[in-house]
């Protein structure tokens, strides 16, 4: 009892606070930047990322076991993992940039892990016999982490693709109501921020170079963030898979079983591989990497969910229909 | 190389620089910050860029006249007695096709070619990533086919007349082998492919551009600084100040004369290798896993044995049964751990190894996760099944009731027997049936079919059905082992640990800095291959550490 009135006022709390946060990116996004404001949208990030881990935790302490053993328990993970990547990208000094992406996702996946869609969930699971291992907090916690900074790397590059394809547009619609698009265009994508600061700098050029330099900085930060945090992410897949391998020569009998989970994970390694390698060469950088990275965002979504949906394989628990090995 | 100085901060560099370049020793006030707000950001519309640059700095004379001491650098260099140090050890790899004459005649020579036509094509990284995205794609395919099936069911899921998509029928899936995907032809094929890229990548691409990242190449124009990806020109500084600084965070640096060269994180341009290496060792493994492995798997009853080579199949053409092969199994006692709810928590075998002389050579209860491992030899506990029944019946007996799996949707497991009644040899035999889900409770069920009470094989409890008085003794479960041997697991972990560590020391960024002393301004630019971002700002943050000297005196030595 104590224990639900405690997930009850946990997952309210990091809800309610994200939306804070959500509203003061909003905020910012129309009024010029106030400094304290972003300050408090960070420590809102850093207290939703503790009430999260409080559930998670107190999770672990009611059930006995290592609270990722349902789609519940790994969708509230998730969402811990955006704010893990939102706060560890912050370690590395960026500007706001990769907080419009993890902070929506947060609030995403917790909304919908609570939503009365997965009511039913909410109950502690028992654990079956296969999950009983140390591996599982290992493997999975990975695979959660790696899903989450893979998906805010490759919506980094969706948001380029889109930036760099509303640039071509505009070519053809020159002339008619510029200013006016431009305007609208900067309230989309956040760009006003950088347009307060950077205005007294640009004084003297003209608007038109203005806007193409300040694009062109735009699609650059947002190509090497994303290049970033998907490596990052790559790195924890990596890990991820690999400690899998390892339970599965525990539990299984073979490290490598082609299960229909563990191929689409390595199909969403070798996307990511591929990603990386564009990366290499200077003729395939920009727009084509951020193709291959927009390829993997819905990889990955096939990996989580997509499988699980249809029930088949090993990695048949932790699915919407609630099976037993 | 050798008259340049390693920095070492214990080391003082003024007594390292015998000739000193200005008499910079007391004319000098550490100020706190250079200047404030030239975070100038380093991309590349040069013309702006520079536009606001000017605009930032205050003093554009100093700037204009480190410019026009740019053009004439070559003569400000005052150490030319060193020779330009990095371009004796040209092409390694490039210069080994024309270090050796091949005497042995053209197909010699023309293998040569064909070797290096070969590596050419195979490390073209527009190919590699394409033979990923096959391979993506046929392992999606893979998933999508349901695998391993008879002949007969893709006759009715790809039927000739109504293809899949329009062009996928039968035909196409069993003739490439699609319903064994990966172990057919195309994919195995694609797999090798794929290495044998991998090879050729880090021969003809990798290796070279460690080779090149690896030397210490001081740049001798403010030019070539000025070109780079971040570049950006520090007034009234000194470059032992700003090695100085770069040495606090960590760079290695490197000073000769008027030029500075540092470089942090090395291990980011070598660890690609290690991850191609680390896949290739993985492949090998996987290789000899499929040729050299044994497989096999056992339903035990109860107190029953085996020996370990009378079940194990062989995988593949390198797979030589073991010594260990010789020794006998013996399941002493097979049981289930419950929940509270009744479901089963753990399964669990007590298995004894026996040598055929009859000793005990080990005993483990082993439970899923938790295998048992000897002599190469890895038992799983991976299923579990009803063997019999044993019950008195009206005080006679006890009698063994062999218990038959029944067939259910889904993956609940369902076993029954019968205990005859009346004349076994008349047509049509009544009796007492027993079904149980688990070893904890049987339920019966008398001759009509009608419930008639549970009973728990612990209990002991008599139940009286039509007048007949049964004790269910015991419940004898038999328990599901798998085996193996798989000689590429140790290579396959191997190949695991270096490519966790690999792909994490990828992570890093391998950046470098050149600075140029000219005059009393220092050109500095930089380039790293990953953190664009983090380097930009750590560059800016450290830039402005640097202390701005005050009133130099001008008449330099040089």
């Known amino acids: 009892m104590i224990f639900t009135t405690l997930e009850h006022i946990l997952t309210h709390i990091s809800f309610s606070i994200i939306s804070i946060v959500i509203t003061i990116h909003l905020m910012t996004l129309l009024a010029h930047e106030i400094l304290e404001l972003r300050d408090s949208s960070e420590k809102g990030m850093i207290a939703t990322f503790f009430s999260i881990t409080g559930l998670l935790v107190s999770r672990w302490i009611f059930s006995g076991h290592f609270p990722l053993s349902n789609l519940y328990e790994s969708l509230i993970f998730l969402s811990c993992g955006f704010s893990i990547t939102h706060m560890i990208c912050k370690i590395g000094n960026y500007k706001n940039d990769l907080s419009t992406i993890t902070t929506p996702s947060t609030i995403f996946t917790q909304g919908f892990a609570t939503s009365g869609f997965l009511t039913e969930m909410h109950q502690f699971e028992i654990l079956v016999p296969a999950l009983q291992s140390q591996w599982l907090m290992m493997h999975v916690s990975m695979m959660l982490l790696s899903y989450a900074a893979l998906l805010c790397g490759s919506l980094l590059s969706v948001a380029l693709l889109v930036i760099t394809f509303r640039k071509n547009i505009d070519i053809f619609c020159k002339g008619k109501g510029k200013n006016f698009l431009i ?67 525990e539990a299984w009998g073979s490290y490598w079983n082609w299960d229909p989970k563990e191929t689409w994970a390595f199909i969403t390694w070798i996307i990511f591989a591929i990603y990386l390698h564009t990366r290499t060469s200077q003729s395939l950088q920009g727009t084509n990497s951020a193709l291959v990275a927009s390829i993997g965002f819905l990889i990955i979504w096939i990996c989580y969910f997509g499988i699980n949906l249809l029930g088949i394989g090993l990695h048949s628990y932790g699915s919407f229909i609630l099976t037993s090995t | 190389m050798s008259s340049s100085l390693l920095l070492n901060l214990d080391k003082t560099l003024f007594q390292a620089l015998s000739p000193p370049l200005f008499s910079i020793s007391n004319a000098r006030i550490f100020l706190p910050c250079r200047r404030s707000g030239v975070g100038v950001v380093g991309f590349k519309p040069r013309a702006s860029r520079d536009g606001f640059e000017a605009e930032a700095l205050p003093e554009s004379k100093t700037k204009k006249k480190s410019r026009s001491n740019g053009g004439s650098s070559k003569k400000i260099i005052f150490f030319g007695s060193a020779p330009p140090p990095l371009s004796e050890e040209r092409g390694g790899g490039a210069g080994n096709g024309s270090g050796k004459p091949a005497p042995e005649g053209s197909s010699w020579v023309f293998l040569r070619r064909a070797f290096k036509r070969a590596l050419a094509v195979l490390s073209n990284l527009p190919l590699a990533i394409g033979e990923m995205f096959f391979i993506a794609a046929l392992m999606a395919l893979g998933t999508v086919i349901d695998q391993g099936e008879a002949p007969d069911y893709y006759f009715q899921k790809y039927p000739e007349e109504n293809p899949v998509l329009g062009f996928i029928t039968w035909r196409w899936v069993l003739a490439l082998g699609f319903d064994h995907m990966f172990t057919s032809p195309v994919f195995l094929g694609m797999l090798i492919l794929l290495a044998a890229s991998l090879m050729a990548c880090t021969y003809t691409t990798q290796i070279p551009i460690v080779k090149v990242a690896r030397r210490w190449s001081f740049m001798q124009s403010a030019e070539t600084i000025r070109k780079m990806n971040f570049a950006d020109s520090l007034p009234r500084a000194s470059i032992q100040d700003l090695g100085i600084i770069l040495m606090g965070s960590g760079y290695e640096v490197f000073l000769k004369g008027p030029s500075l060269y540092a470089f942090k994180g090395m291990a980011g341009r070598f660890a690609p290798i290690g991850v191609h290496l680390a896949m290739l060792l993985i492949m090998t493994g996987g290789t000899l896993s499929a040729a050299g492995s044994f497989k096999g798997s056992v339903t035990v009853p109860q107190g029953l044995n085996f020996v370990i080579g009378d079940v194990m199949n062989p995988n593949g053409f390198l797979s030589f049964p073991s010594e260990s092969f010789n020794t006998e199994v013996h399941v002493n006692r097979f049981y289930m751990d419950y929940y509270d709810s009744g479901e089963v928590s753990q399964f669990y075998t007590d298995l004894s190894l026996f040598s055929l002389d009859g000793k005990e050579l080990l005993r483990k209860t082993i439970r899923v996760n938790d295998p048992l491992r000897y002599g190469g030899i890895t038992i799983y506990q991976t299923d579990w099944s009803f063997s019999a029944l044993q019950i008195t019946k009206n005080g006679e007996g006890p009698f063994n009731l062999a218990m038959a799996p029944l067939q259910l949707n889904g993956d609940k497991k369902l076993f029954g027997t019968i205990l005859p009644t009346g004349d076994p040899d008349s047509p049509n035999v009544k009796g007492i049936s027993m079904l149980a889900r688990d070893l904890q409770s049987i339920v019966l069920y008398d001759q009509e079919g009608k419930f008639a009470g549970v009973r728990r094989p612990s209990s002991k409890l008599p139940i009286e059905i039509d007048g007949t008085r049964i004790v269910i003794e015991d419940a004898i479960g038999s328990t599901g082992l798998d085996l193996k041997t798989d000689p590429g697991v140790p290579v396959v972990y191997a190949g695991f640990g270096a490519l966790m560590l690999t792909t994490c020391m990828s992570y890093f960024s391998h950046s470098q800095i050149w600075a140029l002393q000219d005059g009393t301004t220092v050109t500095v630019g930089g380039k790293t291959n990953r953190a664009k971002l983090e380097f930009q700002d750590e560059l800016n943050r450290l830039l402005d550490k640097v202390p701005e000297l005050v009133a130099v005196d001008q008449n330099s030595n040089g």
């Open chain 1, 183 to 249: 305007l609208i265009k900067s309230f989309l994508f956040g760009e006003i921020k950088y347009l307060n600061e950077k205005r007294s700098i640009f004084e003297n050029t003209s608007f038109l170079s203005f806007r193409n330099y300040y694009k062109y900085q735009l699609t650059q930060r947002l190509d090497f963030l994303s290049y970033r945090v998907i490596s990052l992410g790559f790195t924890f897949l990596t890990i991820g898979i690999l400690c899998g391998a390892v339970w599965a020569n």
